[in-house]
């Protein structure tokens, strides 16, 4: 039944997404074009990586407020390190290692020293945004950046970008990781009920600082991409992220609570949102609204949620009853 929930979910969600992208080709027919479909889905990449990280850690029961700053780090230490003469790929390790320190800084706060998930991932937020104004003294890294900083974020594969086939393996990956491992298990059980999960002798603590380290290692990876796409190290990059992020995985159909949620329906919420943007910004309506509507969203998301939820409750109720009639 609890599976047959989330396809439903899904499906409503895939709903909205086609009654999105219908509404905007109606309006202005250059939204459906096979650029600007492209465009949408390069633009979204860098949520949906870090998203995939964040959908497990949310249907864990955790939260993670700093990715927005982890992703703006990784991008300022990787332009900073390779305009100091290193390789444009130790550049980037280095920017990857920038991530993963932030996700075992955060997993240390939360699973060893007890801190609230949210005030200790909203001071590493403060933290993070600080030193990467502080690493270029608030100016954007551009002169002196080799040209091959800029080729992960802008070469293909063929007719591939390069972008689209590291969004693809790092959602295979995610997708195998939610299916079929022990970690996508137990994170699923954690969310559910975390003292049952002691109680059947799951390392919760363990789980839960691996998902909070892969956070922090693919908001940086999503941070290198970034800003190898743009070709500069900007300080001022990933402001308000963290919020598209969850948005993304809530509109998805993760509970704030814990314990169910999915990476497909993340994807599909994320496309939700960035269709919304790029389909505004053809229709000339100003950023400001484009907040708004993120604003109004989510607030939408929340309550379909808490509908889909009573929904499902009273079929299970109604399918227990009759079971317990014909028996």
Do not use: H
């Not at 049952?196 to 839960?208: C, E, M, P």
């Not at 998902?211 to 300080?235: N, Q």
């Amino acid at each position: 039944m609890k599976r047959r929930n989330l396809d439903l979910q899904k499906l409503v969600l895939l709903g909205i997404l086609v009654f999105v992208v219908v509404v905007f080709a109606a309006l202005n027919p250059r939204f459906i074009r096979g650029t600007n479909l492209m465009y949408i889905l390069i633009q979204n990449s860098f949520v949906i990586i870090t998203g995939s990280a964040v959908a497990l850690l949310m249907i864990s029961g955790q939260i993670d407020l700093s990715v927005g700053s982890t992703v703006c780090m990784a991008g300022m230490a990787a332009a900073f390190f390779a305009r100091a003469g290193l390789p444009v790929g130790l550049s980037f390790v280095i920017a990857l290692a920038v991530g993963l320190v932030v996700g075992l800084l955060n997993a240390v706060m939360v699973v060893k020293l007890r801190i609230t998930p949210f005030i200790a991932t909203l001071g590493t937020m403060y933290m993070g945004r600080g030193l990467s104004y502080l690493i270029s003294d608030g100016l954007v890294i551009r002169e002196g950046l080799p040209d091959a900083f800029s080729n992960l974020g802008n070469d293909s594969l063929g007719p591939f970008p390069i972008t689209l086939i590291i969004l693809a393996g790092v959602v295979l990956a995610f997708l195998a990781l939610e299916r079929w491992s022990v970690l996508g298990k137990y994170s699923m059980a954690i969310g559910g009920n975390r003292t049952a999960a002691v109680l059947s002798g799951i390392n919760t603590d363990g789980i839960v600082m691996t998902l909070y380290v892969l956070t922090g290692l693919f908001a940086g990876l999503a941070g290198i991409v970034m800003a190898s796409r743009l070709g500069v190290g900007d300080p001022n990059i990933g402001i308000g992220f963290e919020f598209d992020v969850i948005v993304a995985v809530i509109l998805g159909g993760t509970s704030l609570a814990g314990g169910e949620g999915s990476i497909v329906g993340m994807i599909i919420g994320a496309l939700i949102v960035g269709s919304l943007g790029t389909g505004m910004k053809l229709m000339n309506v100003f950023t400001f609204f484009q907040s708004i509507m993120k604003g109004i969203v989510l607030v939408l998301a929340v309550l379909l949620d808490q509908r889909l939820k009573v929904r499902f409750s009273q079929m299970r109720r109604r399918a227990a009853a009759g079971r317990i009639a014909r028996s």
